[in-house]
T-cell receptor, first 111, second 114 residues
Framework: SQKIEQNSEALNIQEGKTATLTCNYT??????LQWYRQDPGRGPVFLLL?????KEKRKERLKVTFDTTLKQSLFHITASQPADSATYLC??????????FGTGTKLQVIP | DAGVIQSPRHEVTEMGQEVTLRCKPI?????LFWYRQTMMRGLELLIY????????DSGMPEDRFSAKMPNASFSTLKIQPSEPRDSAVYFC????????????FGQGTRLTVV
């Protein structure tokens, strides 16, 4: 069955540094991959989508890469700020309109 | 638009009782999703609708769970009878559909079954 792995341990980084989160998957070749942000007590909020034929996508301080050979996506936040502290979820396409979410990585940006 | 609206925000019920969760998707969105989130299992897709029709309910854990979408602006998720292991946060999300697959989530309903 399809398996999605995100680092379950929290990631702590210093303000101003680049945070890099990893999403690995097995047993599937998704047409696209999404990244969401979730704050405590709230629903996930969509950040970026990257398709299988795209290597990289950028949005302001965010950058996502997608390596279909390694079956891995990397999510980068440059010049991180305390306000970036949240849990970040990757989600893989599993068919029309259907995605499977990873369990998320909690990011803590320390001032 | 106010976004996806879920009610109630919190629900505490006794084991064996019926629970109904409600969702109003964003107007104009063609797809609606029900998810359940727990610490152990993360965010799991239970069922999703496209144009009010259930497309995939393979994530519904048991026959105790049922979902309906009588019209484009309303959906319910019902658990009958409820059990303590159903305790979780239930999210509803909607999506414009077609090529735009971004999902917009509601605030969730925190369900506690005692």
């Amino acid at each position: 069955s399809q398996k999605i792995e995100q680092n379950s341990e929290a990631l702590n980084i210093q303000e101003g540094k680049t945070a890099t989160l990893t999403c690995n998957y097995t047993n599937y070749s998704p047409a696209y991959l999404q990244w969401y942000r979730q704050d405590p007590g709230r629903g996930p909020v969509f950040l970026l989508l990257i398709r299988e034929n795209e290597k990289e996508k950028r949005k302001e301080r965010l950058k996502v890469t997608f390596d279909t050979t390694l079956k891995q996506s990397l999510f980068h936040i440059t010049a991180s700020q305390p306000a970036d502290s949240a849990t970040y979820l990757c989600a893989l396409e599993r068919g029309y309109q259907k995605v499977t979410f990873g369990t998320g990585t909690k990011l803590q940006v320390i001032p | 638009d106010a976004g996806v609206i879920q009610s109630p925000r919190h629900e505490v019920t006794e084991m064996g009782q019926e629970v109904t969760l409600r969702c109003k998707p964003i107007s104009g969105h063609n797809s609606l999703f029900w998810y359940r989130q727990t610490m152990m299992r993360g965010l799991e897709l239970l069922i999703y609708f496209n144009n009010n029709v259930p497309i995939d309910d393979s994530g519904m854990p048991e026959d105790r769970f049922s979902a309906k979408m009588p019209n484009a602006s309303f959906s319910t998720l019902k658990i009958q009878p409820s059990e303590p292991r159903d305790s979780a946060v239930y999210f509803c999300a909607s999506s414009p559909g077609q090529q735009n697959t971004e999902a917009f989530f509601g605030q969730g309903t925190r369900l506690t079954v005692v």
